[in-house]
Nanobody
Framework: VQLQASGGGLVQAGGSLRLSCAAS????????MGWFRQAPGNQRELVAA???????NYGDSVKGRFTISRDNADNTMWLQMNSLKPEDTAAYYC?????????????WGQGTQVTVSS
């Protein structure tokens, strides 16, 4: 499985961005997908993710502002980010967790940088 993230950029506080993640390769090996982020000096943290039942989880700091969605037909996942804050500045990574038959391991895309100016 390969993941290609895009859509990052520079935005003013209060603005919006939409990130995309395109999955390719052995799509049927994917159990769940999500978005994580990592700011300099910080650990990588969950932003939003689908569970294996199709429901969604959000990090506390983004609840009510960010929305995760996907199109299974196009193997694409999005992260709509509204009301952005300077503390949302980070590299954002799309992630896939593979099914047990494929090692039950995480796969990471390259990061896409989001910078929010005050």
């Amino acid at each position: 499985v390969q993941l290609q993230a895009s859509g990052g950029g520079l935005v003013q506080a209060g603005g919006s961005l939409r990130l995309s993640c395109a999955a390719s390769g052995s799509i049927r090996s994917i159990a769940t997908m999500g978005w994580f982020r990592q700011a300099p000096g910080n650990q990588r943290e969950l932003v939003a993710a689908f569970t294996n039942t199709g429901s969604t989880n959000y990090g506390d700091s983004v609840k009510g502002r960010f929305t995760i969605s996907r199109d299974n037909a196009d193997n694409t996942m999005w992260l709509q980010m509204n009301s952005l804050k300077p503390e949302d500045t980070a590299a954002y990574y799309c992630n896939a967790l593979l099914r047990p038959g494929w090692g039950a391991r995480p796969v990471w895309g390259q990061g896409t940088q989001v910078t929010v100016s005050s």
